[in-house]
């Protein structure tokens, strides 16, 4: 259930944080390290600032209903709202995204479904990449 092969590369140690597959959280979730669910989150989730290191996992059973914002993130579950891995996303082959997805480093299994659109940001840290609203306006002006 916790392989942290990916995440101790990732400069983590472990997970911290377990959600549980009988948990639903109703509310934003701040973390540190590594943050993995097999519930329901209904809220914002988002690593601390200088937490270079933190993982949100999204298990099999998992989901989240709400903006994920981390450097590094790994789903294989269900995620409603606009992803920002301002290091590194992975999809494994179970995972289904509704929203926009804003990365640096992406990998994607055979299987993985997203529902939205891929930005590349270049470099760029979790909190200077774009809202959704700012990567529209542009295109919207041109038409």
């Keep these: 259930m916790f392989n942290g092969s990916k995440k101790q590369a990732a400069g983590v140690s472990g997970v911290e944080t377990l959600i549980g597959g009988q948990v639903t959280v109703r509310g934003d979730i701040s973390f540190s390290g590594g943050l993995y669910i097999e519930g329901t989150v209904h809220g914002a989730v988002v690593a601390e600032d200088g937490q270079a290191g933190a993982v949100v996992t999204i298990s099999e059973k998992g989901a989240i209903h709400g903006e994920v914002r981390a450097p590094h993130v790994v789903v294989n579950g269900q995620l409603h ?44 840290s979790q909190k200077s990449l774009p809202k959704p609203e700012a990567v529209k306006a542009p295109r919207e002006a041109a038409a």
């Design 81 to 124: 709202g606009d992803v920002y891995a301002g290091e590194r996303i992975e999809l494994g082959a179970q995972a289904r995204i509704q929203g926009n997805v804003y990365y640096k480093v992406a990998e994607m299994a055979a299987g993985a479904m997203i529902t939205g659109r891929m930005v590349h940001g270049d470099g760029q």
